[in-house]
């Protein structure tokens, strides 16, 4: 089975703090992706991307950025946390395009407090 | 623009009653593929099923199904004969070829005993 991990299930930060979030799979997936849920607005895309060092803007991509420094992991990092960034973050990763277009599997999700 | 709407925002149904979950999609792209995901109380979504723009056959899986149309640019998702444990969120999404997932705003489904 496809695993996807994400460091932390709860996360509580002050406004202000640098925020790493931290995604690891283990099925050599080209792609991964963060994205963040909120009630009623479902999940939205942050970031992207399809390789090592490679990243792309998804909808929301104001106040984060990314890091993929290894196939197997995927960062997303809020520069200076605020408030309006509490939320539910999910990471996800799907095989590339040469394997045709592949679901994407999704970690459990951190559920992040900025006080 | 590619837009997923799922117009039910939340369905409550009684165990055993037959349960459908609207998605309608709009893109301008013949190739695209549509996906159903699951995301139980526990938080994790668990994906359920993929289409491709060409194949519009419906599918059956046990109690689920799905029915694909095109023309009315629909990806509707029924549960038969719904469980407690169907209770969940469940997501529709849409995408294109070589990018990421653009979902609908999620149906919470609450079965009752």
């Known amino acids: 089975d496809v695993k996807v991990t994400q460091s932390s299930r709860y996360l509580v930060k002050r406004t202000g703090e640098k925020v790493f979030l931290e995604c690891v799979q283990d099925m050599d997936h080209e792609n991964m992706f963060w994205y963040r849920q909120d009630p009623g607005l479902g999940l939205r895309l942050i970031y992207f991307s399809y390789d090592v060092k490679m990243k792309e803007k998804g909808d929301i991509p104001e106040g984060y950025s990314v890091s993929r420094e290894k196939k197997e992991r995927f960062s997303l990092i809020l520069e200076s946390a605020s408030t309006n960034q509490t939320s539910m973050y999910l990471c996800?990763?799907?095989?590339?395009?040469?394997?045709?277009?592949?679901?994407?599997?999704f970690g459990d999700g951190t559920r992040l407090s900025i006080l | 623009a590619q837009k997923v709407t799922q117009a039910q925002t939340e369905i409550s149904v009684v165990e055993k009653e037959d349960v459908t979950l609207d998605c309608v999609y709009e893109t301008r792209d013949t190739t695209y593929y549509l996906f159903w995901y699951k995301q139980p109380p526990s938080g994790e979504l668990v994906f359920l099923i993929r289409r491709n723009s060409f194949d519009e056959q419906n599918e059956i899986s046990g109690r689920y199904s799905w029915n694909f149309q095109k023309s009315t640019s629909s990806f509707n998702f029924t549960i038969t004969a719904s469980q407690v444990v169907d209770s969940a969120v469940y997501f529709c999404?849409?995408?294109?070829?070589?990018?990421?997932?653009?979902f609908g705003k999620g149906t919470t489904l609450s079965v009752s005993s």
């Open positions: 996800a990763s799907s095989f590339g395009m040469e394997l045709g277009d592949q679901p994407q599997h």
């Open positions: 999404a849409l995408k294109r070829a070589g990018t990421a997932l653009i």
